[in-house]
């Protein structure tokens, strides 16, 4: 049994790794034994979270790209591979969070949040499957989505959209790609307290609504959704597809 969850040999990319739940996954991946990639934006921040990461002694490195830009994913791959990382298991976590009223939301903000949200996953994603089906060793996929992609709340519409499109892309993955012996699942958080979360945890009427709506009656932490990725990277779930498991307190399984 202690070996089904071992990811020793195996190499993880994490998009969006330089804080928030992205480094929780990566943080905790590694400690499973895997070489973890970590990617952002912000290269300061990046090297900062590597940096964190290698003094506990875990193997890490950062490759920054946008995972908007198509060009640029590819030319990530490119380089990871010619190092020798071959991707065994992809965290598509990247993402960002934009709130407003959908009649004053401006077609710019719309598209940035769904290019980024769920045009995002799939640039990665296929870049990933196209090289784990080439190498023929199979592979991991997790998608990262969110109570959204269950359940709307009023003024993150765009994130909403993205997020439900995020459990269909898994599923659609898991379509095309599990006769190469890929996984595809997703991890739907909660209400996690992180950056992109800060205003909401800071407004005394919301942290109350979060902690009166969800049966465990408080915020989750990042490191609570570590052991799901890795479950979700390991062989314990070679035969699951398709799915998205939420850790959320309880939230969606209560009125
Ligand atoms: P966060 O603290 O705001 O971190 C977002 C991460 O994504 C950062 O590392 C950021 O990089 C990176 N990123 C943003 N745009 C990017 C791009 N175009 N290309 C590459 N990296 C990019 O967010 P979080 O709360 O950890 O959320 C991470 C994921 O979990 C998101 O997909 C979010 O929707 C999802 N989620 C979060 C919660 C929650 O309660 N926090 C719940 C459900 C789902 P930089 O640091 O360089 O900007
Ligand atoms: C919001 C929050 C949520 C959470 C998460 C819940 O504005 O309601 O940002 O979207 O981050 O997605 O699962």
């Known amino acids: 049994m202690n070996t089904l969850f071992d990811l020793t040999g195996k190499t ?28 952002g934006l912000n290269e300061e921040m990046l090297n900062a979270a590597v940096d964190r990461l290698q003094k506990q002694g875990y193997q890490a490195q950062g490759v920054k790209f946008d995972v908007t830009d198509e060009a640029a994913v590819i030319t990530a791959f490119d380089q990871l591979s010619a190092q020798g990382n071959e991707i065994d298991i992809l965290m598509n976590n990247a993402g960002i969070q934009f709130r407003q009223s959908m009649v004053e939301l401006k077609l710019e903000d719309w ?34 989505g969110s109570l959204t992609s269950q359940a709307a709340r009023a003024t993150v519409a765009p ?88 850790v959320d307190g309880g939230w969606l399984a209560v009125l």
């Open 159 to 246: 994130y909403t959209a993205a997020k439900g499109g995020i459990k269909m892309l898994t599923k659609s993955m898991a379509a095309e790609w599990a006769e190469f012996n890929i996984q595809t699942n997703a991890i739907g958080p909660g209400y996690i307290v992180t950056d992109m979360n800060n205003a909401l945890v800071e407004n005394k009427e919301f942290d109350a609504w979060v902690k009166s709506s969800n049966p465990s009656r408080r915020w989750g932490l990042p490191g609570e959704l570590a052991g799901t990725a890795v479950y979700l990277s390991s062989s314990a779930s070679d035969y699951v597809n398709g799915q998205i498991i939420y």
């Open 111 to 144: 598209q940035r949040v769904l290019d980024i949200n769920l045009t995002g996953a799939f640039l990665v994603g296929r870049e990933a499957a196209k090289r784990m089906i080439r190498c023929a060793k199979g592979g991991k996929i997790i998608n990262i």
């Open 12 to 39: 993880a990319l994490v998009t969006g790794s330089s804080r928030g739940l992205g480094y929780a996954f990566a943080e905790g991946l590694a400690q499973a034994g895997a070489k973890v990639i970590l990617n």
